[in-house]
């Protein structure tokens, strides 16, 4: 299937990629939020998605699972501007079929969809993080584990509300 719907509450990204995939013969939607992704998966078969981890307020995650409902078959593509294992083993879980961390051009995208429409899956080479990177990606666990509730994540990890904010800040460490 050639129709993609594209999911980012960045607008500029959005029509980018938009004008980009219809250049390769795509015919493409764009929605800014995630109730309105809803509706048009239900309106149209999508073969593929591209998804924002944030939609503004909400997570991409809970429309993973809303597309996958819809249509079983549809392939899934996370999109981030902050990666961590924690999510991207999470969007992998309910069914997406890659995770991508942002800028990211539309080539990089296709052949996402297309390595797993060849299932020719190289093996990964296993690096082991650094001492920052574990503590960025703990961090993003626990405060995906309360919702993005900045207090309780800041209790659970016993440190100061203002100190976890300022830690979010920073980028996160490489690995």
């Not at 939609?55 to 981030?80: F, V, Y």
Request: glycine fraction near 4%; hydrophobic fraction near 40%.
């Amino acid at each position: 299937m050639n129709t993609i719907l594209v999911v980012d509450d960045d607008q500029v990204f959005c029509q980018v990629m938009q004008r980009a995939l219809i250049r390769r013969g795509f015919q493409v939607e764009i929605c800014f939020n995630i109730s309105d992704a809803e509706k048009a998966a239900q309106k149209t078969l999508f073969g593929k998605a591209l998804v924002d981890l944030k939609i503004a307020q909400e997570s991409g995650l809970s429309l993973i699972r809303s597309l996958k409902t819809i249509n079983p078959d549809i392939q899934i593509i996370m999109l981030t501007g902050y990666s961590s294992v924690s999510t991207a083993v999470e969007a992998i879980k309910l069914g997406a079929l890659n995770y991508f961390c942002k800028p990211i051009d539309v080539d990089e995208v296709l052949k996402g969809f297309s390595e797993a429409d060849l299932m020719e899956e190289e093996p990964t080479p296993i690096s082991t993080p650094s001492l920052d990177r574990i503590e960025w990606e703990h961090i993003q666990k626990i405060l995906q584990d309360h919702q993005g509730n900045i207090s309780a994540a800041a209790r659970t990890l016993g440190m100061h509300r203002r100190t976890l904010q300022r830690k979010l800040q920073k980028k996160p460490a490489s690995h």
